[in-house]
């Protein structure tokens, strides 16, 4: 990788951090906002796995700010830089589109990671938390990041205007994250949506990414890390034929 | 040596439309090319074709000897581009701006030619404003500053004095007058004869995505428009000289080739007792030979 990509990487980060009072501030009050709300009306009520509510709510909500931010990140870039049309400054220099790839979903990794960490912070003072295996919280933070920030890739070079990117997130990205076991475990669930939550993958995600806290988890983290694993595989082989067939952004 | 730009049958459609239709243009190193044509001639299309924005259907395009699909790193950091938008990243002053497209092209510690091109530019007290806070024609000589941080060879602007006011154009046609002296090719596309005709060495002119006209500036004013000699009479004129000379309103335009030619005329209209209330001689311009060319009337004597 060149410098080329590093400064593309470096300017992705710089650009969110410059406005870092939306891009980070925003979303964890946002979570501690979730978690507020659900934890008076549920806690004392409900335990998962033996946990008590908050402290099983919290891990979920840190993931899935990390999720929606680095989808934010790469999708709001990229339909910012193509409506204004200031992407040509990146089109124009010797970047390649692995590079151009590996930049933005990096980008929006750190971006997540940065969200993710602020609503950690943010919300563990109202439960304790553990941090059984915390190998997987990395690994699963990582890849369900890189995996939102490869569809942030997509929605932002698909979309040509705003209102397309918006129904992405709304129809797609937001169904996923919120039906994905973040405010319940999917077992309180009747069999038929556990079923239809084993068939999202941000499922496990979450579910993985909660293992690491709890050590205990609805799904075997193996089969989660399996089940995330392919689905980024996936996704950055996708990605990358879009990009070099210069889909939407060389005519 | 290879040229420094080498387009080989260039043809591009957008749907039905044909924007580009088997183009053949050669730029050679240190020239100052040139390119005219109507809005919608394929100008743009063509420039987009050479920095790998848009992809041609067929045909080839090299810039100094490297293909700008096969081997496109190196065909990209030879060439500046300047575009015709106006566009900008909102999120960073001049400098962050400068320093990030310098990044791009994989260049670190460049701020001591950062600095020469924001001198050169009249942009120095700009440099830690940012980009937002900027007038419209601030934002363009920073676009031009962007397309010159990796110093490349060939330099092509796309109108790059569309709407900017005189004293940007001066210290703009100064500065890449420099670059070209400092042996930098440039090509340039502008809806403003007159700079095209004081600047460029050669001309091509593009109609409906077909090179119409190609030549030395030179050379295509003296084929396609002659020197004038403009006169308001009181309506007469000997048939003689009518044959040649066109009327509009109370103005005759009579056509001529060398100056001794213009004594005669004068006698001839004197001789025919001709009352002359107004005269001017008029030069071959460029508006002249772009109208003509457009018109369709000199198609297939391309050179």
């Not at chain 2, 239709?21 to 044509?37: A, H, I, K, N, Y």
């Not at chain 2, 790193?73 to 030879?78: H, I, K, S, T, V």
């Not at chain 2, 502008?190 to 030549?215: F, P, Q, S, W």
Request: charged share 15%.
């Amino acid at each position: 990788m060149g410098h080329g990509f590093s400064t593309l990487f470096y300017k992705e980060v710089l650009r969110f951090w410059k406005v870092a009072s939306q891009t980070v501030g925003a979303p964890v009050l946002t979570a501690l906002l979730y978690l507020l709300i659900f934890s008076h009306v549920l806690a004392g009520h409900v335990q998962v796995h033996g946990v008590i509510y908050t402290a099983f709510l919290i891990p979920g909500l840190v993931m899935m700010s990390v999720l929606q931010n680095a989808f934010a990140n790469s999708s709001s870039s990229l339909i910012q830089s193509k409506v204004t049309g200031n992407i040509v400054f990146v089109l124009l220099p010797p970047i390649s589109y692995l590079e151009f790839y590996l930049a933005y979903v990096l980008a929006s990794v750190v971006r997540g990671l940065v969200v993710g960490a602020g609503v950690l912070l943010a919300t563990f003072w109202f439960a304790p938390l553990d941090f059984v295996e915390p190998w997987w919280i990395l690994v699963f933070a990582l890849m369900g990041g890189a995996i939102l920030g490869s569809l942030g890739v997509i929605a932002g070079i698909w979309a040509d205007k705003f209102d397309q990117l918006a129904a992405f997130q709304n129809f797609l990205i937001m169904p996923l994250t919120f039906l994905s076991g973040v405010f319940y475990s999917v077992h309180s669930l009747p069999p038929f949506w556990q079923q239809v939550s084993h068939w999202n993958p941000v499922f496990y995600m979450i579910d993985g990414f909660r293992h690491g806290f709890f050590g205990v988890s609805d799904a075997s983290p193996w089969l989660s890390l399996a089940v995330v694993g392919s689905c980024l595989a996936l996704l950055t082989v996708f990605t990358l034929n879009l990009l070099k067939r210069g889909y939407k952004l060389r005519a | 040596m290879s040229a420094a730009i080498r387009i080989t049958q260039v043809s591009k459609c957008f749907g039905s439309v044909r924007a580009l239709d088997q183009v053949d243009l050669e730029v050679q190193r240190g020239e100052f090319f040139g390119l005219l044509g109507p809005n919608g001639a394929g100008k743009t299309t063509l420039i987009s074709a050479l920095a790998g924005l848009v992809r041609a259907d067929s045909g080839s395009l090299n810039v100094m000897g490297h293909d700008v699909q096969l081997d496109y790193r190196a065909a990209r950091r030879l060439l500046g581009v300047v575009p015709q938008e106006l566009v900008f990243d909102p999120f960073f002053t001049v400098r962050e701006s400068l320093k990030i497209q310098s990044g791009y092209f994989g260049i670190r510690d460049n701020d001591e030619w950062i600095d020469e091109i924001l001198e050169n530019l009249g942009l120095t007290s700009k440099a830690n404003a940012n980009m937002r806070m900027l007038s419209g024609g601030m934002k363009r000589r920073v676009l031009v500053a962007q397309a010159l941080v990796h110093r490349p060879p060939v330099i092509v602007l796309d109108e790059p004095t569309a709407g900017v006011d005189v004293e940007l154009r001066q210290t703009l046609w100064a500065f890449i007058r420099r670059l070209n002296e400092a042996g930098h090719t440039i090509v340039l596309t502008t809806h403003y004869l007159e700079e095209a005709e004081n600047l460029c060495n050669r001309i091509a002119m593009l109609k409906a995505g077909r090179v119409v006209a190609l030549d030395t500036t030179a050379q295509l004013l003296r084929r396609f428009s002659t020197h004038c000699l403009r006169l308001r009479t009181d309506g007469a004129m000997p048939a003689e000289l009518a044959a040649d000379a066109a009327q509009n309103g109370g103005w005759w335009s009579l056509p001529f080739d060398a100056f001794d030619q213009v004594e005669p005329m004068l006698a001839k209209i004197r001789a025919a007792g001709c009352r002359i209330d107004d005269l001017e001689i008029g030069k071959p311009d460029l508006e002249e030979v772009f109208v003509r060319v457009m018109q369709g009337q000199h198609e297939g004597q391309v050179s």
